[in-house]
């Protein structure tokens, strides 16, 4: 396992609000996630970009991410993810070079193909054209990013005469780029052919096929070696669920209903997907032991990233997929938990704390004959200054 001096620390947020509830309060509340989480140190949030099902209610990550920049300082913002074949390349590109010089450099173009089959639907997009499509119009995009000569280009789909960007991205070389993986080894492919960063969406379980961690990370290192690009680990982020609390018991219980009800009524009922193999109300810890989710104390965050370094072989960026399944404060008080506990392991900045600790516990006896010497010696002092 490859050792990455500082990991980074951040939240993919889709987000999944439960049918049924106010959904301008919802909106409301992932703003204020966000604010907590500059507040608290987290490193980076991704927004999702989402059009029907009910409960992925973004639909623009580029405005939701300018409303939050101006209620935070620090956090990086990317659009988690912009999905490619639903737009024009030109104007993906334009958008993002636009929120790149209002934040003056908070911002990450991360791209998918699209996850939900009934918003491809809508737009009569074919399925099977999703990801070639993503692979064309994300080339583009880098070159706009990247070229100041005119481009001119004709695909099937969208269309280019002459085209340059007007505003050239803030940051240098470009704006960075992160391509969506979930479990397929196509979004490790697209991301070593164009030297992306990788967002791993999920811990893969060989639902389509047995693809592990590792050979995901070796599928895009091969990729971009075929293009001269190359990876790098520390850029690789894995999505995963997690929520802590003081006791393992009181974090189990805090999402027990709520955890479910995403996977079942939103994943099953909704999506399709092929519902776990667990009881409803043991369906955290199925989620739980399958690394799908860490649930637990800051302890068990810690060994549950561990644990995932050792699976993938090493990476650099841990993002917790925001799931709004308890209330407000035990949902703040989680991600606090996280920032004052579980980051500092991953960060080395303790470091400095630990090293004077254990010097000053190892000379703590002859500190203390100094400072009874010092309290004496002012004692005296005292006394003969009274006679």
Same mark, same amino acid.
Request: one cysteine or more.
């Given at each position: 396992?490859?050792?990455?001096?500082?990991?980074?620390?951040?939240v993919?947020?889709?987000?999944?609000h439960?049918?049924?509830e106010?959904?301008?309060? =919802?909106?409301e509340?992932?703003?204020?996630?966000?604010?907590?989480?500059d507040?608290?140190?987290?490193?980076?949030a991704?927004?999702?970009?989402?059009?029907?099902?009910?409960?992925?209610?973004?639909?623009s990550?580029?405005?939701?991410?300018?409303?939050?920049?101006?209620?935070?300082?620090?956090?990086?913002?990317?659009?988690?993810?912009?999905?490619?074949?639903y737009?024009?390349?030109?104007?993906?590109?334009?958008?993002?070079?636009? #929120?790149?010089?209002?934040?003056?450099?908070?911002?990450?173009?991360?791209v998918?193909?699209?996850?939900?089959?009934?918003?491809?639907?809508?737009?009569?997009?074919?399925?099977?054209?999703?990801?070639?499509?993503?692979d064309?119009s994300?080339?583009?995009?880098?070159?706009?990013?990247?070229?100041?000569e005119?481009?001119?280009?004709k695909s099937?789909?969208?269309?280019?005469?002459?085209?340059?960007?007007?505003?050239?991205?803030?940051q240098?070389?470009?704006?960075?780029?992160?391509?969506?993986?979930?479990?397929?080894?196509a $979004?490790?492919q697209?991301?070593g052919?164009?030297?992306a960063?990788?967002?791993?969406?999920?811990?893969?379980r $060989?639902?389509?096929?047995?693809?592990?961690?590792?050979?995901?990370? =070796?599928?895009a290192?091969?990729s971009? =070696?075929?293009?001269g690009k190359?990876m790098?680990r520390?850029?690789? =982020?894995?999505?995963?669920?997690?929520? #802590?609390?003081?006791?393992?018991?009181?974090?189990f219980?805090?999402?027990?209903?709520?955890?479910?009800r995403?996977?079942?009524?939103?994943?099953?009922?909704?999506?399709?997907?092929?519902?776990?193999?667990?009881?409803?109300d043991?369906?955290?810890?199925?989620?739980?032991?399958?690394?799908?989710?860490?649930?637990?104390?800051?302890?068990?965050?810690?060994a549950?990233?561990?644990r995932?370094?050792?699976?993938s072989?090493?990476?650099?960026?841990?993002?917790?997929?925001?799931?709004?399944?308890?209330?407000?404060e035990?949902?703040?008080?989680?991600?606090e938990?996280?920032a004052?506990?579980?980051?500092?392991?991953?960060?080395?900045?303790?470091?400095?704390?630990?090293?004077?600790n254990?010097w000053?516990?190892s000379?703590?006896d002859?500190?203390q004959?100094?400072?009874?010497a010092?309290?004496?010696?002012?004692?005296?002092?005292?006394?003969?200054?009274?006679?």
């Amino acid at each position: 396992m490859i050792q990455l001096s500082r990991m980074k620390f951040g939240v993919f947020m889709a987000p999944f609000h439960r049918v049924g509830e106010n959904p301008t309060l =919802a909106l409301e509340r992932d703003l204020e996630l966000l604010q907590w989480l500059d507040v608290l140190g987290f490193d980076e949030a991704y927004i999702g970009e989402h059009h029907s099902a009910g409960w992925e209610t973004i639909c623009s990550p580029e405005v939701f991410i300018a409303t939050a920049a101006e209620r935070t300082r620090h956090i990086r913002l990317g659009t988690g993810v912009v999905s490619l074949p639903y737009h024009h390349p030109y104007m993906v590109a334009n958008r993002m070079v636009l #929120l790149d010089h209002l934040t003056r450099g908070r911002v990450i173009l991360g791209v998918g193909p699209g996850a939900l089959a009934s918003d491809a639907y809508m737009f009569g997009i074919d399925p099977s054209r999703q990801r070639e499509m993503m692979d064309e119009s994300l080339g583009i995009i880098l070159r706009l990013f990247t070229e100041t000569e005119p481009i001119t280009y004709k695909s099937d789909w969208f269309q280019l005469r002459e085209a340059t960007l007007q505003l050239r991205p803030y940051q240098q070389p470009h704006t960075p780029v992160a391509v969506a993986s979930v479990q397929s080894p196509a $979004g490790v492919q697209v991301a070593g052919k164009h030297g992306a960063s990788v967002l791993s969406l999920s811990v893969p379980r $060989g639902l389509v096929r047995e693809t592990n961690l590792k050979e995901l990370w =070796a599928i895009a290192e091969e990729s971009a =070696a075929e293009h001269g690009k190359t990876m790098h680990r520390e850029n690789w =982020a894995l999505v995963v669920g997690c929520h #802590l609390a003081e006791t393992k018991k009181q974090a189990f219980d805090d999402i027990r209903v709520g955890g479910a009800r995403v996977v079942t009524e939103y994943f099953g009922q909704t999506l399709g997907h092929e519902p776990p193999n667990a009881p409803f109300d043991k369906i955290v810890d199925f989620m739980s032991e399958q690394n799908q989710w860490i649930v637990g104390t800051p302890d068990d965050c810690i060994a549950g990233i561990q644990r995932l370094q050792e699976m993938s072989g090493g990476f650099g960026k841990f993002m917790v997929r925001v799931e709004d399944w308890a209330p407000r404060e035990k949902v703040l008080n989680s991600y606090e938990l996280l920032a004052r506990y579980v980051m500092p392991q991953f960060q080395g900045s303790l470091e400095g704390i630990t090293a004077s600790n254990r010097w000053t516990r190892s000379k703590r006896d002859e500190l203390q004959v100094n400072r009874r010497a010092g309290l004496k010696a002012a004692t005296n002092a005292y006394d003969a200054r009274r006679q």
